[in-house]
């Protein structure tokens, strides 16, 4: 932490690309309202993807806007990006003002917000020499020495939030009330995409989800300079695991991109304990 402190629950880390579950929340709240279609062509809203077929909003999602639209997953965090336009054009307004209207605001994620490198960050309300004082500070490992890092200062739909553990597991404990999201409109947030020829995809709608031993699991993760998060639901048991760094230790050396979660070492301690087996829990 900044200033030598030790890390708290209540300590700040940049999610990175875990950001893109609430953004996808906040696109879905869009459409449970009637006010986009997932099939709406993205060139609707400005947006130029060079692309043999239409783009529509959902291969943005779903990171299947790469080739033919729909027929391959490629991670894509550049053009997952590009939904700040349609929430922007739809909601009539930015993709941090949604957000802290319709899920930091209502949660009352105490810490959570933009990135406070960027001019986002005012829509938290917060003040940013405290915030940043409660952020954990970033580093890099060179050699045997960790080398303070200075964070990305972008803020979007694909990455930029910063947030607490408690604030994380908050957010996925109102989507497991159904706080946020319909039962129906969720079921489609954690429905992997299928491709023409039916072929199952890692990914559905802002989240991963992957088979381990058997049992579902969604999840994501994050990575950036000086940044790895990771976030596992396993909803037949009602659990969710949150994990933040502020370093790239926890993600890099994974191909989580490319939706081999159970190369984690990280996620299978927490899949085999008590995703799938049967240790007990620690106490509240």
Request: glycine share 8%; hydrophobic share 40%.
């Amino acid at each position: 932490m900044a200033g030598n402190r030790p890390a708290a629950d209540t300590s700040a880390y940049h999610l990175a690309s875990l950001t893109k579950p609430f953004a996808s929340t906040v696109i879905l709240q869009l459409v449970q309202e009637g006010r986009l279609s997932l099939d709406e062509p993205v060139s609707t809203f400005g947006i130029s993807v060079g692309s043999p077929g239409a783009v529509r909003v959902r291969h943005l999602l779903s990171h299947t806007s790469s080739g033919t639209p729909g027929t391959q997953f490629i991670y894509d965090g550049d053009r997952f990006g590009l939904l700040d336009a349609v929430i922007q054009q739809v909601a009539g307004k930015s993709f941090a003002e949604a957000l802290q209207e319709r899920i930091l605001g209502p949660l009352a994620l105490r810490h959570a917000a933009p990135n406070p490198l960027s001019s986002a960050f005012t829509v938290s309300g917060f003040d940013r020499t405290a915030y940043e004082r409660n952020l954990a500070r970033g580093y890099r490992t060179s050699g045997s020495n960790q080398v303070v890092t200075q964070y990305p200062s972008y803020f979007g739909t694909a990455a930029g939030l910063t947030a607490s553990v408690i604030d994380v597991a908050r957010f996925s404990m109102a989507l497991d009330s159904d706080a946020l999201l319909e039962p129906a409109t969720k079921a489609i947030a954690f429905t992997p995409a299928v491709t023409p020829n039916g072929a199952t995809l890692p990914y559905a709608l802002g989240w991963f989800v992957t088979s381990y031993r058997g049992t579902r699991v969604i999840w994501h993760y994050g990575l950036w300079t000086a940044i790895s998060s990771l976030i596992i639901k396993v909803p037949d048991r009602g659990l969710t695991f949150v994990l933040l760094a502020n370093t790239e230790a926890l993600s890099a050396p994974y191909p989580l991109g490319s939706g081999q979660l159970e190369k984690s070492p990280w996620a299978r301690a927490f899949l085999d304990a008590y995703g799938v087996g049967d240790a007990e829990l620690p106490p509240p």
